[in-house]
């Protein structure tokens, strides 16, 4: 049987979802760095201001390796402006991660690793949460928060199992990004076919996409559906990933038809869609 989240368990979900990505990423300045300012000498009217990071995986041989890069006078307010959004972004994650840790530790799904960052990655490129909906596994785990009920977990997978992250793309020409963020975390990501929007890392990750402006076959009203008033969601990954998910109940449907989730997740969803009074945030 479902049973509600606690009280607590809704504020601290409730409260990250109303904070939604607007200090979650910074495109220019990543988390992960720091920022220097280095004094000025004699002759120099004004200290200088320096990013230090981390080159990403795409940077292939170079990756990992740290860098510097110049943003200017510590006293220009360009640059202070971007110091404080750089400062911003860091203290909002601190903070979030704390709450998804509670979450996380009173017992609510959270992804793989890998498919956490995964999710991350294209959340920081911009597809979540206006340009693509999460579908599969890793939407069911987000249904706790959207429901306030826990749900019956997902089958345990086997030793042999790899990753496969699903979701649906509403505009083809978003791929370019998609594949840019893929390989920001795993370089080996390529397409699985040349035909196809898919994509296997060489550790076999595999992420399937769909393009719902290109179906033209007779699931086209069954991809249509799941994009149909998608709901806001988190994935309980890093600071907690904001994304789009299928209303619960077309998610049910579309799992029927296809008979592309364990009956358990499906039985339990119906049973929580039949108890749950929590209302939920549709984006229409």
Avoid: C, W
């Avoid at 995986?57 to 971007?82: K, S």
């Avoid at 601190?94 to 960052?117: F, K, N, Q």
């Avoid at 799992?255 to 039949?274: C, N, P, V």
């Amino acid at each position: 049987m479902v049973r509600p989240l606690s009280l607590a368990e809704h504020v601290l979900y409730a409260d990250l979802l109303e904070q939604g990505v607007d200090d979650l990423f910074d495109p220019d300045l990543p988390e992960n760095g720091s920022i220097l300012i280095r004094p000025n000498r004699a002759s120099a009217q004004s200290a200088h201001a320096y990013y230090q990071g981390y080159r990403p995986a795409a940077g292939y041989e170079r990756r990992g390796q740290r860098f510097a890069r110049y943003l200017g006078r510590a006293d220009d307010p360009e640059v202070v402006a971007r110091i404080a959004r750089f400062q911003r972004v860091k203290a909002v994650r601190a903070e979030r991660v704390t709450t998804v840790r509670a979450l996380i530790g009173a017992g609510m799904p959270r992804p793989d690793r890998m498919t956490g960052r995964i999710i991350e990655a294209l959340a920081r490129a911009g597809l979540f949460p206006g340009h693509a909906v999460l579908i599969g596994e890793a939407a069911y785990q987000t249904y706790d928060g959207v429901l306030g009920v826990r749900l019956a977990k997902p089958p345990k997978a086997t030793t042999s199992d790899r990753p496969t992250l699903e979701i649906i793309v509403r505009d083809g020409r978003h791929l370019a990004k998609l594949m840019h963020a893929l390989r920001a975390v795993d370089p080996s990501f390529t397409a699985e076919l040349a035909d196809t929007a898919s994509y296997r890392s060489a550790t076999g990750i595999r992420v399937a996409v769909t393009i719902s402006d290109r179906v033209n076959d007779p699931t086209k009203d069954q991809i249509s559906s799941l994009i149909t008033n998608p709901v806001e969601s988190l994935v309980l990954y890093g600071p907690g990933i904001p994304v789009t998910v299928p209303a619960p109940e077309r998610f049910v449907v579309h799992a029927q038809i296809t008979r592309s989730t364990h009956t358990a997740m499906i039985a339990s969803l119906i049973e929580a869609l039949r108890t749950s009074r929590s209302g939920y945030r549709d984006v229409r």
